[in-house]
């Protein structure tokens, strides 16, 4: 199993740019997460999606957007890309919806310039 | 506001001391408590998690935590480091009426000497 992958693993935009970050996960997973990784402020989550077909606003949500594509697939898209988004991005899944754990992605350094 | 909290940003210790790094959280009810390790430039991997039972779990590579609820908190022990230990730590809580989400704390940064 390969786990959570994501896609790519770094990029670099000009401001106002857009963009979609991949994620997938073979673990049959019900509910997937993206959160923003920023030094000194842990992980904050953006959105996330508790089963297929919905998804929910987490702390940081503006700026993004998301797609549950299927069970598999949760991608995170960047519409007009700011200097603010220059983050980690890392994709999460879990079995949900209790006594679960979160599997994470190898994350996508993401530059705005 | 509600928040989990880990009060040591940054840890350096020689090889063969011993770790706490602590956590608290601020949510009232039940939770799921977790600790996850980042080693440099990898992802998150979960090292011990607790949902109910004995309040002191053991995780891999030898780190344990102990759950006290009447502090809220979830320190993350390790009786003997090792330079491999070098990682970001991170403290996670699910809280059990709202599912899907979960919190981290900002992460501690622990620096082991050779």
């Known amino acids: 199993n390969a786990g959570v992958t994501q896609t790519p693993k770094f990029q670099v935009l000009k401001t106002g740019q857009s963009m979609t970050l991949q994620c997938a996960q073979d673990?049959?997973?019900?509910?997937m997460y993206w959160y923003r990784q920023d030094p000194g402020m842990g992980l904050r989550l953006i959105y996330y999606?508790?089963?297929?077909?919905?998804?929910d606003k987490g702390e940081v949500p503006n700026g993004y957007n998301v797609s549950r594509l299927n069970k598999r697939e949760f991608s995170l898209r960047l519409e007009s890309a700011a200097p603010s988004q220059t983050s980690v991005y890392f994709c999460?899944?879990?079995?949900?919806?209790?006594?679960?754990?979160?599997?994470f992605g190898p994350g996508t350094r993401l530059t705005v310039t | 506001a509600q928040s989990v909290s880990q009060h040591n940003h940054h840890v350096i210790l020689s090889e063969a001391a011993s770790l706490e790094l602590g956590c608290n959280y601020s949510?009232?009810?039940?939770?799921?408590l977790f600790w996850y390790v980042q080693y440099p430039g990898q992802h998150l991997q979960l090292l011990l998690k607790?949902?109910?039972?004995?309040?002191l779990v053991k995780g891999i590579k030898g780190f344990e935590a102990e759950f006290i609820k009447s502090k809220f908190s979830f320190n993350l022990r390790k009786p003997s480091v090792q330079w491999s230990d070098t990682a970001e730590y991170f403290c996670?809580?699910?809280?059990?009426?709202?599912?899907?989400?979960?919190?981290f704390g900002s992460g501690t940064k622990l620096n082991v000497k050779p």
């Open positions: 996670a809580v699910k809280l059990l009426y709202n599912f899907n989400k979960f919190y």
């Open positions: 999460a899944s879990s079995q949900g919806p209790r006594r679960d754990e979160q599997y």
């Open positions: 949510y009232g009810g039940t939770v799921n």
């Open positions: 999606s508790a089963s297929e077909g919905t998804t």
């Open positions: 673990m049959n997973h019900n509910s």
């Open positions: 607790y949902f109910s039972g004995d309040p």
